[in-house]
Structures are given as C-alpha cells and as structure tokens.
Nanobody
Framework: QVQLMESGGGLVQPGGSLRLSCAAS????????MSWYRQAPGKERELVAQ???????FYADSVKGRFTISRDNTKNTVNLQMNSLKPEDTAAYYC????????WGQGTQVTVSS
C-alpha cells in the first residue's frame, strides 16, 4: 500500500525559507521519479518540481531559482528546499510519484505572511 507523508510546512515571513520532506513507502523509491505539487485555496493543484532518476530536476517557472528538489534514497524521502518565499507560495504542498498515484498524502501547509 502506497503511503506518502509530507512534513515541514509552517508560517514564514516573506523572504524566509522552509524545507519540506516527503516520506514514501509501499513503492520502490530508488527507481521512482518524484514530484512536488501545491494547491492554494480555490485553485487547481499545480506541479512545482520534479526529480527524475537521481538528480535530473525540473521546476515550474514560478519557483525556478528559489526552490530545490532533492532525494535521499537511503531514507526514501524527497525534499523541497524553498528559499526567498513569497506570499503567492502559500498553499498546501504534496508529493507524489511520476506519474502520480491515485493515493495522496495529507499535505503540509505553507503560509507566507508578514
């Protein structure tokens, strides 16, 4: 059974940083490509970042240069380092495989506000 558990969210001021983590189980993590998504209230879920294989990465234009996705295959985790946060980054953040499974985690809330 696939389980995805996101953590690390919180309230941060504009310009601040957060590091999100997603623990995955029920999959062969080391060969799974992974993504981070986010969903703001009243908006569609959007793709934020992807990691293909060990280190090939892709980013949405809105986060390029500020966010960094990485993975730790020894811990079955995928991480998202978020720097220079903006109020428009406020959303619930989710991880999933590529392509995404029907199962989603509970997400972790990121709120950027002064």
């Amino acid at each position: 059974q696939v389980q995805l558990m996101e953590s690390g969210g919180g309230l941060v001021q504009p310009g601040g940083s957060l590091r999100l983590s997603c623990a995955a189980s029920g999959i062969i993590f080391s060969i799974s490509d992974m993504s981070w998504y986010r969903q703001a209230p009243g908006k569609e879920r959007e793709l934020v970042a992807q990691i293909i294989g060990r280190s090939t990465t892709f980013y949405a234009d809105s986060v390029k240069g500020r966010f960094t996705i990485s993975r730790d295959n020894t811990k079955n985790t995928v991480n998202l380092q978020m720097n220079s946060l903006k109020p428009e980054d406020t959303a619930a953040y989710y991880c999933n495989t590529i392509p995404p499974r029907t199962v989603w985690g509970q997400g972790t809330q990121v709120t950027v506000s002064s």
